[in-house]
């Protein structure tokens, strides 16, 4: 169960329309890396995870990525808001109005629809949180290479802040490993002392 705050986690004001930059941004709402694949596979692997530990750690960081998403869509909106039609399709995004006007689509910066097939849930927890770190670091390279190709502070600092983000999830992610693995070589036998007919 959720409840809904109706406020982003990062303020967005976006001054200056700019749809290059849009239909880059929008790969962190729909593509490989971005934040609904990590949502998704947070929220679906906490159902198998072994430790109330790592099970509040998914649950903690799927919810905080659903915001992240709700960051990113934002952005995406304000900076195809004020375009005209020409500047969309001069700044290499009139495939993109084409098919969804101004909305806000969950693809990849270079127009692949989000498909399941980006994440996995394997049922195994060493498994899943490994691959939880990958995808964290994957999630930092990718707002590192936005942040590269972006010149506008509006566009930066809320970059920038999911970027840190990504930082803070990947040591979460690596702490919830180390407790899993430290559960899984706990010994689970009781002994029960032999007794004496048998000691021989």
Known sequence: MWTYDKMLEYPIKIKNPNPAMAKLIVTQYGGPDGELAASLRY??????MITPEAIATLNDIGTEELAHLEIIGTMVRQLMK??????IERAG????????????????????PFTAAYIQVKGDPIIDLTEDLAAEQKARGTYEWLINMADD????????????????HYQRFGEALRIVQDYLQEPRLFIMPKPDFLRN
């Open 82 to 87: 004020g375009a005209t039609p020409e500047e």
């Open 153 to 168: 502070p509006d566009v930066i600092e809320p970059l920038k802040y999911l970027r840190e983000r990504e930082v803070v």
């Open 93 to 112: 995004a009139g495939g993109y109005y084409a098919d969804h006007d101004k909305g806000v689509y969950p693809q990849s910066a270079a127009g692949a």
């Open 43 to 48: 929220l679906s692997q906490r159902f198998t």
